[in-house]
């Protein structure tokens, strides 16, 4: 069984950083990628930024050249560097897992943007 914890969201300005962290249980190395998501209230779940096991990047148009993802491998972390924050990113973020045809999903973090 796959495990994702979230942690790093919390409340932050516009124009303001945050950086979530995603621990898995085991390698990360297992998985074909590993993606941040985010759903705001009364929206369907979106991909904001995935990173496949080569390193390969990929972002939501939304977010490009303000978010970042990374990964540890000696960690079984992947993070996601959020900057210059916009009230429209304001949503859950839920760290996924893809592993073959399966899809492991974390417990969900918090990211308030308010002025």
């Known amino acids: 069984q796959v495990q994702l914890v979230e942690s790093g969201g919390g409340l932050v300005q516009p124009g303001g950083s945050l950086r979530l962290s995603c621990a898995a249980s085991?390698?990360?190395?297992?998985?074909?990628?590993m993606n941040w998501y985010h759903q705001a209230p009364g929206k369907q779940r979106e991909l904001v930024a995935s990173i496949t096991a080569s390193g390969f990047t990929n972002y939501a148009d939304s977010v490009k050249g303000r978010f970042t993802i990374s990964r540890d491998n000696a960690k079984n972390t992947v993070y996601l560097q959020m900057d210059s924050l916009k009230f429209e990113d304001t949503a859950v973020y839920y760290c996924n897992a893809h592993w073959g045809l399966r899809d492991f999903w974390g417990q969900g973090t918090q990211v308030t943007v308010s002025a």
């Open positions: 085991g390698s990360i190395l297992r998985f074909n990628s």
